[in-house]
Antibody
Framework: EVQLVESGGGLVQPGGSLRLSCADS????????MSWVRQAPGKGLEWVAN????????YYVDSLKGRFTISRDNAKNSLYLQMNSLRAEDTAVYFC?????????WGQGTLVTVSS | SYDLTQPLSVSVALGQTATVTCGGK??????VHWYQQKPGQAPVLVIY???NRPSGIPERFSGSNSGNTATLTISRAQAGDEADYYC?????????FGGGTKLTVL
């Protein structure tokens, strides 16, 4: 069965960088689009980015373009999110999710806190 | 950008039927998916493509979608259904979530 486990969250200062990882223990990672979705404390879900099976297509929410980069390594069954120039408003739990036309499997999330 | 509108909160008496709406322009032309999220947990898909239930989701959960409104219906509401519910559509290479509805079971 698909099991997604995020890592890499933590406390970072404004302007800093962080790289999140998501490991998939299943056997079908390379067959699916993958996504990052975040949730600020006490707020709703916000889609961040999608990446195609082979990494050839990537899409981002407009507000994050240029600061965040999604990538994947199918040989390692892993998804990544490189986050640069972090701001206080990027504080959130970041979930990775497998995407069909819906998000059918989600990780438990990793908390990113941007604060001085 | 495409917007989805959900009520902030919905209350339902134990054993009764709850309806959670999701409004969007011509949403009836889109595939709508619904997620349940309990505090401190990841979202769980409860309805996909308007009215389909994933394996393991009770038949009490159903969905519909027409015109400018999609609806999640929870029949015979139980205490364990108390959660936040989010609708979701894909639009022009972006994923859009509704703001979420907190369901309270009284």
């Amino acid at each position: 069965e698909v099991q997604l486990v995020e890592s890499g969250g933590g406390l970072v200062q404004p302007g800093g960088s962080l790289r999140l990882s998501c490991a998939d223990s299943g056997l079908t990672f390379s067959s699916y689009w993958m996504s990052w979705v975040r949730q600020a404390p006490g707020k709703g879900l916000e889609w961040v980015a999608n990446i195609k099976q082979d990494g050839s297509e990537k899409y981002y929410v407009d507000s994050l373009k240029g600061r965040f980069t999604i990538s994947r390594d199918n040989a390692k069954n892993s998804l990544y999110l490189q986050m640069n120039s972090l701001r206080a408003e990027d504080t959130a739990v970041y979930f990775c999710a497998r995407k069909d036309i819906y998000f059918d499997f989600w990780g438990q999330g990793t908390l990113v806190t941007v604060s001085s | 950008s495409y917007d989805l509108t959900q009520p902030l909160s919905v209350s339902v008496a134990l054993g009764q039927t709850a309806t959670v709406t999701c409004g969007g322009k011509n949403i009836g032309r889109k595939n709508v998916h619904w997620y349940q999220q309990k505090p401190g947990q990841a979202p769980v898909l409860v309805i996909y493509t308007d009215n389909n239930r994933p394996s393991g989701i009770p038949e009490r959960f159903s969905g519909s979608n027409s015109g400018n409104t999609a609806t999640l219906t929870i029949s015979r509401a139980q205490a364990g259904d108390e959660a936040d519910y989010y609708c979701h559509v894909w639009d022009s290479n972006t994923e859009v979530f509704g703001g979420g509805t907190k369901l309270t079971v009284l």
